[in-house]
T-cell receptor
């Protein structure tokens, strides 16, 4: 079975500062990795995904993430955050080649960008 | 516009009164799924469907039913709701072989009193 751990439940940061949201996963098979963002009172929107190939993945809104297989991590980064990035961020994994195609989510990290 | 539509957005009901939350997608996706979101627990899968008439349990299926009679619709049924089913529910759809990247609906906030 797969699992996802998001190491920080809340991350406060000042506007224009860099940020890293941490995600570690556990799985006995190969996985796909995702980051989703949830703005207040909205559904989840895909930020970026890693399926294969280059371990550095670029997504929307200036976010990027790096897949590290040896450390089973998929941390999300942004070099300079804006007030509008305030939201909850979810890391998720999906096992390759299984019928369920289920996304297993972490518990979320609330990013609070302060002026 | 490609989207997943859930209705209603908000619902307050009483214990034991059957209810249905509808979900419809206009992208001709094979795969659809229901999740519930609870504080500190992230999203957990309730049921999923890989195509018409093909459904299976997710991680937390107790107290829920689903059906998939048409490709675009995947309703979630609570035959006898209880207070522990108070939650935020999301429907999602995607291509079966797409490696994830699902499209989510806007959510249904259910309160059972």
């Amino acid at each position: 079975a797969q699992s996802v751990t998001q190491l920080d439940s809340q991350v406060p940061v000042f506007e224009e500062a860099p940020v890293e949201l941490r995600c570690n996963y556990s799985s006995s098979v190969s996985v796909y990795l995702f980051w989703y963002v949830q703005y207040p009172n909205q559904g989840l929107q895909l930020l970026l995904k890693y399926l294969s190939g280059s371990t550095l993945v670029k997504g929307i809104n200036g976010f990027e993430a790096e897949f590290n297989k040896s450390q089973t991590s998929f941390h999300l980064r942004k070099p300079s955050v804006h007030i509008s990035d305030t939201a909850e961020y979810f890391c998720a994994v999906s096992e390759v080649d299984t019928g369920r195609r289920a996304l297993t989510f972490g518990s979320g990290t609330r990013l609070q960008v302060q002026p | 516009e490609a989207q997943v539509t859930q209705n209603p957005r908000y619902l307050i009901t009483v214990t034991g009164k059957k209810l249905t939350v509808t979900c419809s997608q206009n992208m001709n996706h094979e795969y659809m799924s229901w999740y519930r979101q609870d504080p500190g627990l992230g999203l957990r899968q309730i049921y999923y469907s890989m195509n018409v008439e093909v459904t299976d349990k997710g991680d937390v299926p107790e107290g829920y039913k689903v059906s998939r009679k048409e490709k675009r619709n995947f309703p979630l049924i609570l035959e006898s709701p209880s207070p522990n089913q108070t939650s935020l529910y999301f429907c999602a759809s995607g291509e079966f072989g797409a490696g994830g990247g699902y499209t989510f609906g806007s959510g249904t906030r259910l309160t059972v009193v």
